[in-house]
């Protein structure tokens, strides 16, 4: 007669498993990696297309030209894509960083909602994610040796 336990073979009975909130902390680091990447494409287009967005500069929440934006989005985004990839791997400053740059993202996305709107919206939404994950759970997942 075979018995099922939830150990993989070879594993003690102490053995206690992974829990269900290691998928949502892998799912915030890859919208970590997903948001800053996001963010860059959004610097690249205000450094070099200021004509694409909706509304002129002096329009803004925060009155400065969108090249200003452009270096800010692409900084962000490099910062939090590389904290993204340091949360899959497991790292304590990963996920701090991650909950503040998530919500700087969330505020620098408040500021840009004059300019693109729906855009904001859907990265705020994803930053309210991350958070949510990182702060509930965040400790489930384990360092890579």
């Known amino acids: 007669m075979t018995q099922y336990t939830d150990r993989p073979p070879g594993a003690s009975s ?8 290691v998928g949502w902390i ?22 070099f297309n200021e004509t694409y967005f909706l509304v002129p500069d002096s329009r803004l929440i925060v009155s400065v030209n969108y090249t200003t934006w452009g270096w800010i989005h692409l900084i962000a985004g490099l910062i939090v894509m590389f904290a993204g990839f340091g949360v899959l791997a497991g790292k304590v400053w990963a996920r701090t960083i991650g909950v503040i740059v998530a919500l700087v993202s969330a505020v620098l996305n408040v500021a840009f909602l004059g300019a693109y709107p729906i855009w904001s919206l859907i990265m705020i939404a994803l930053d309210v994610v991350v958070i949510m994950a990182l702060t509930v759970h965040g400790s489930d997942i384990k360092p890579v040796p």
């Open 14 to 21: 102490h053995y206690n498993g992974t829990s269900g909130w």
């Open 26 to 47: 892998a799912f915030a680091g890859l919208m970590m990696t997903m948001l800053g990447f996001f963010h860059i494409i959004q610097g690249l287009v205000a450094l």
